[in-house]
């Protein structure tokens, strides 16, 4: 089973007064190129968050989004900033008495101020939170992984369609090939009779047209082409069907076809087959497309 790279899961876990939601997006790219964005209380589980999609996903850009609410008593703390609000305090009664003014700073007025009042996490069971968002990462992965599944299933379904089509032309031309060498030394008699009169043309006998013949014969020959391309199609078929991770392997097998069509091309000599190479690169090219978003 193959997998699309593009793909969207989203999860969300309770556990007592305890809230993790994770969603997870990810798009095409040639490595697995994790983003995390969450809160600071979970900076000890980074790594083993990247270990666990790295994992499962194994390609793709994937962005991770976490949130995190605990609303259980004594969760958080208050702390103040005594150096800080002490600072403060001196300054103010400074300008009061500088100024000639009446110092009227109240406690709550002081409490307003920039970082006299901190709220922080009190310390927490890293263990028990690494459990709690591990789990519901997982569940966010499952959900992604689904989704990946069917748009995979979609692409590899499309693509084997373009690797019949390529074999269908493949075919064509490979009953095409012969034909060019049969038209090549028809023309070449049917020239040499409108260029030589009788009495000259033994001067060009049987022999030199065989000789021609066999020179252009070997130039245009494609039956090794034609060879390669029927493995190559086979093993896509082989690859697509049973392996996961597909996309390398696909990558560098559509490379290899596209090599032995414009080889084919470029040797055939004959309208007709470069008409068909043509549509052969087209479907080539479109398949390219749709192999860079496969696991």
Request: hydrophobic share 40%; glycine share 6%.
């Amino acid at each position: 089973m193959a997998y699309s790279m593009t793909g969207f899961g989203r999860a969300e876990k309770i556990f007592g007064n305890r809230r993790y939601t994770v969603e997870l997006k990810s798009v095409n790219s040639r490595f697995c190129d994790i983003s995390v964005r969450m809160p600071k209380i979970f900076n000890f589980a980074d790594a083993g968050i990247r270990k666990t999609v790295q994992e499962t996903l194994i390609r793709g850009k994937v962005d991770i989004y976490i949130t995190f609410e605990d609303t259980s008593a004594g969760s958080t703390e208050v702390v103040l900033n005594d150096g800080l609000v002490t600072a403060y305090s001196d300054a103010l009664a400074r300008i009061a008495e500088a100024t000639g003014r009446q110092d009227g700073t109240t406690a709550a007025r002081l409490a307003m101020l920039p970082d006299v009042l901190i709220t922080r996490q009190k310390e927490v069971d890293e263990d028990q939170l690494g459990d709690e968002l591990n789990e519901t990462l997982k569940a966010a992965l499952g959900g992604m992984q689904e989704m990946r599944s069917v748009e995979g299933a979609n692409l590899v379904s499309d693509i084997i369609d373009k690797v019949n089509e390529l074999e269908k032309i493949h075919s064509e031309i490979t009953e095409r090939a012969p034909q060019v060498v049969v038209e090549y030394r028809k023309r070449l008699s049917d020239r040499i009779d409108e260029l030589f009169a009788d009495n000259n043309k033994a001067f060009y006998d049987e022999a030199r047209i065989t000789a021609e013949v066999a020179v252009f014969a070997d130039k245009c020959a494609i039956d090794e082409e034609i060879k390669r391309l029927t493995s190559h199609f086979a093993q896509a078929k082989r690859i697509l069907a049973v392996d996961v991770t597909v996309g390398k392997k696909m990558d560098f097998l559509i490379q290899e076809i596209n090599r032995e069509t414009n080889t084919i091309g470029s040797k055939a000599n004959d309208l007709e087959i470069t008409n068909r190479v043509m549509l052969m690169k087209n479907i080539i090219e479109a398949m390219r497309e749709q192999i860079q978003n496969l696991v």
